[in-house]
């Protein structure tokens, strides 16, 4: 007997990757769900769009790291009327500890609730999504765990396949869930309508879910989850939370259940895993050539995906490539040879592993800085500073600093004084003077900073008062 679902449906947000398959564009400190890739939303702003629209929704849960915590709540703050909370990890795992984090939680407040779990930073088109999940719901028996599945559209190798019974209508029994193939084996399911791409999108009650974690993850027996809740955030004790194995909701859950199922996502659906897949995804010229950028040209060149914000490229007599042009990283692979990218970028994390882990554009709380030129002796930087936000009360030991006011209209404060600049500004602060920039207004502020020093580390600071609670 299918559930009458009456506004106890939960989507859960699964914000915490790190997208290095993007990479240079996608890094750690700035993943995929948080990259706005034509100067429009981001991944995760169109998650929970599309999601809002969704049947009897009682409330979003994103589950995130505390690492990109600031930029949730930034996104947070593009829906005022939204009735979302985040669900911080103390430290980053894999897709099974965050799903039973969030269903403990969740359950905890709702012992009858249904959830939807989608990750943050797949593209689904949102009247099939909406579709498909009423659909599912509709039909819906108390103990399935339902998968959807994408019927492929080529003998893809970067998805995982669900084998299922073809025969049966909306929900499908899940036969097997299948791993990555290789190209031949990719051949044989594509030849067949018994498999589907796993979508990664899955709807459950939390109560069933808890349930088969109890019988198949034995290291639950000593978890005891705490939560600690501020306002629309809830932290994780994590003591307890890093007890959870370390592994995904496929091997935890979904490959040993006997109550799965799958049913057809009826649209258009990627994960965007790799270049070739966003290629695929969104092409933009009549040679097949995908531009994210203003100043990209083509002669004699077909099925290319080139980015770039920054330069002007031309490209001429080339095929099959991926172009991707950043300010500090350069990468250029053959779309069809997708293994010797993955080698290519093993070579170069050995080498230089910080170019995986920060962007030239370093996020904050407050904003968002960058280098723009830097010696011995000096470092030149362009800061942001959002509506309604500021940087901390703060002094140097080792360097005295030239700001230019370039957008906006910044409160600066410099000893006991504070004054309101105009663009155009200069402003200077010496070494140990007491200095904080605020941006009081409803505007975008921007400065040049101007570091001199012969000691020009972050460490060099001495925080006075932060109102994102650093020290």
Request: net charge negative; proline share 3%; glycine share 4%.
């Amino acid at each position: 007997m299918a559930i009458e679902i009456d506004g106890n449906l939960w989507v859960v947000i699964l914000a915490g990757g790190s997208g290095k398959r993007l990479w240079p564009l996608s890094r750690k400190s700035l993943p995929k769900q948080f990259i706005e890739l034509d100067n429009s939303d981001t991944f995760l702003s169109r998650s929970i769009s599309r999601t809002l629209k969704i049947d009897n929704l009682k409330k979003i849960l994103i589950v995130a790291g505390e690492s990109h915590l600031h930029l949730v709540k930034k996104t947070i703050k593009e829906f005022p009327d939204i009735n979302c909370s985040i669900l911080l990890e103390p430290e980053a795992r894999n897709t099974a500890p965050a799903i039973y984090s969030a269903a403990k939680y969740i359950n905890d407040l709702d012992k009858d609730s249904t959830m939807i779990v989608i990750p943050s930073d797949h593209y689904y088109e949102e009247e099939a999504l909406i579709n498909t999940v009423n659909a599912v719901l509709k039909v819906k028996k108390e103990n399935q765990i339902i998968t959807l599945g994408v019927k492929p559209s080529s003998p893809e190798i970067g998805y995982g396949y669900i084998h299922h019974n073809a025969k049966e209508e909306v929900l499908k029994k899940i036969i097997m869930f299948k791993e990555k193939p290789d190209l031949e084996t990719a051949k044989e399911y594509f030849s067949t309508n018994d498999f589907f791409w796993n979508s990664g999108i899955n709807i459950f009650d939390s109560s069933i879910i808890i349930q088969e974690f109890k019988q198949h993850v034995r290291e639950l027996e000593s978890v005891d989850l705490k939560f600690y809740k501020e306002n629309n955030l809830i932290r994780i004790e994590k003591e307890e939370f890093s007890k959870l194995p370390n592994i995904s909701i496929d091997y935890a859950i979904l490959e040993k259940s006997e109550n799965t199922y799958t049913s057809e996502f009826l649209g258009k659906w990627s994960d965007i895993g790799s270049w070739h897949s966003l290629r695929e995804l969104r092409n933009n010229t009549k040679e097949n050539n995908t531009i994210f950028g203003k100043n990209i040209f083509f002669e004699d060149s077909k099925d290319n995906i080139v980015y770039s914000k920054t330069r002007t490229i031309g490209v001429s007599g080339l095929d099959n490539l991926a172009i991707i042009d950043t300010p500090d990283a350069l990468l250029i692979t053959n779309l069809e040879k997708r293994e010797n990218a993955n080698r290519i970028l093993e070579q170069i994390n050995e080498a230089n592993k910080d170019i995986f882990e920060m962007n030239k554009r370093v996020y904050r709380p407050w904003g968002w800085f960058e280098s723009i030129d830097n010696g011995d002796n000096h470092q030149v930087k362009r800061i942001h500073v959002y509506p309604q936000e500021e940087l901390s009360v703060q002094k140097h030991f080792h360097r005295s600093e030239r700001w230019v006011v370039i957008k906006g209209e910044p409160e600066i404060r410099i000893g006991s004084k504070s004054k309101v600049y105009k663009e155009g500004s200069m402003i200077a602060i010496g070494k140990e003077e007491i200095h904080s920039l605020a941006n009081p207004t409803n505007n975008e502020v921007e400065i040049i900073e101007v570091q001199l020093g012969h000691y020009l580390g972050e460490d060099d600071i001495v925080r006075y008062s932060d109102k994102y609670g650093r020290k």
